[in-house]
Each structure stands twice: as structure tokens, then as C-alpha cells.
T-cell receptor, first 113, second 112 residues
């Protein structure tokens, strides 16, 4: 099975930088995803890491350390519209060509003026 | 037009009733999934299907069943609804060559 931990809630100020951490334990790691979900809406894909290091995409960056079972999502120049839940998800290899995606409980980010 | 659609978007039903939630996709993906989301519990996988002839249980399949009628359609049924099945239900699709899942808009279900 898998165990994915991320903080329940975070608050940050508009224009600032915030880092959302995610730790995981898995037996067949095959990639880590970050999704954004606004209240009552569907999750939308933000980033994907399968190798160690930093992936940058505009204001958002995601980092992965496979040896530490650790990832973070970095949001720069925060905007009010970034207020949402951020879901960490780990893809696990189940068998030949078979994968399963398991989600963490999400981190609710509130951006304040 | 949305690539992944779910019907109904909202539903209120009574304990013991049978209910079906439907999902359709135009992305041409073989893989489809049903999740439920409860406050504070995140997304939990109910069932998934890697093609029309392949159906697999997820972590919380008890009380649910599914039907993969075609590549584009994947239905979730609650044979006898109970109040603790009140939740937000999401359908998702993926392609083995892609790195993400695409989610439908969700169905909000209330069981009284």
C-alpha cells in the first residue's frame, strides 16, 4: 500500500512564495503528480515528476527526491486565484504495464491580501 | 465541449434506492476511473477499467458496481444507497502514454 502525507491547510500572502510538501511511502514508485482543485470543481493537472530534481512551469515548480520519498510544490508570486486545494498523487507500479494513482488528502491553501 | 462528462451533476436520493452515475469521454482513452471525495479524506479510488473487458476494484469498492459499456462510457451504480455514500463522485480517464488523468466535473450525491 501507500502512505501519502501533506499538510492539511496553509495560508500565504498575495505576491509571496509558498512551498507545499508531500512525503510518501510506496513499493513501486512510478511518478508523482500535483493537481490543483478549486472548491467544488474537478482536479486539474499541474505537474509531473518521475526523476529527481526540479520541474519548472511558469509560476509553479515541483521538486522530487525519490531516495527521501519527498516532493514539494512551489508557488511563486501568489495570486488570489491560487486559493485552492493542492493534491499530491503517487503512481504505483502494480504489475506488467499496470499502474495505480493514489491521492493524498490535499492541502488547502488560502491566499490573503 | 468538455472531454469528460458526467450525468447527473447533482442527485438527491433516499436510502435503499438504486442509482446510476454515468461518465462519457471523447478523448479516446482506454483507461477510466471512478473516485469519491469526502471532506478531509481526499480522493479515493472506487473502481477502474483499463479497457472494455478489464474491470478492477479500487480501495473502496464495497457497495458499488460498475459497467464499461464501451470505450467511451463507464457507469457507477449504487445498488442500495446508504447515507454514508453521500459524497462528490469524479470520473477520470487516462492514456497509458500520457502522464496525467483527466477528470470530469463531478456528481454531487446526497443520500437521505
Amino acid at each position: 500500500g501507500q502512505n501519502i502525507d501533506q499538510p492539511t491547510e496553509m495560508t500565504a500572502t498575495e505576491g509571496a512564495i509558498v512551498q507545499i510538501n508531500c512525503t510518501y511511502q510506496t513499493s513501486g514508485f512510478n511518478g508523482l503528480f500535483w493537481y490543483q482543485q478549486h472548491a467544488g470543481e474537478a482536479p486539474t493537472f499541474l505537474s509531473y515528476n518521475v526523476l529527481d530534481g526540479l520541474e519548472e512551469k511558469g509560476r509553479f515548480s515541483s521538486f522530487l527526491s525519490r531516495s527521501k520519498g519527498y516532493s514539494y510544490l512551489l508557488l511563486k508570486e501568489l495570486q488570489m486565484k491560487d486559493s485552492a486545494s493542492y493534491l499530491c498523487a503517487v503512481r504505483d507500479l502494480k504489475g506488467a504495464g499496470s499502474y495505480q494513482l493514489t491521492f493524498g488528502k490535499g492541502t488547502k491553501l488560502s491566499v490573503i491580501p | 465541449d468538455a472531454d469528460v462528462t458526467q450525468t447527473p451533476r447533482n442527485r438527491i436520493t433516499k436510502t435503499g434506492k438504486r442509482i446510476m452515475l454515468e461518465c462519457s469521454q471523447t478523448k479516446g482513452h482506454d483507461r477510466m476511473y471512478w473516485y469519491r471525495q469526502d471532506p478531509g479524506l481526499g480522493l479515493q479510488l472506487i473502481y477502474y477499467s483499463f479497457d472494455v473487458k478489464d474491470i478492477n476494484k479500487g480501495e473502496i469498492s464495497d457497495g458499488y458496481s460498475v459497467s464499461r459499456q464501451a470505450q467511451a462510457k463507464f457507469s457507477l451504480s449504487l445498488e442500495s444507497a446508504i447515507p454514508n455514500q453521500t459524497a462528490l463522485y469524479f470520473c477520470a480517464t487516462s492514456d497509458p502514454t500520457e502522464e496525467t488523468q483527466y477528470f470530469g466535473p463531478g456528481t454531487r450525491l446526497l443520500v437521505l
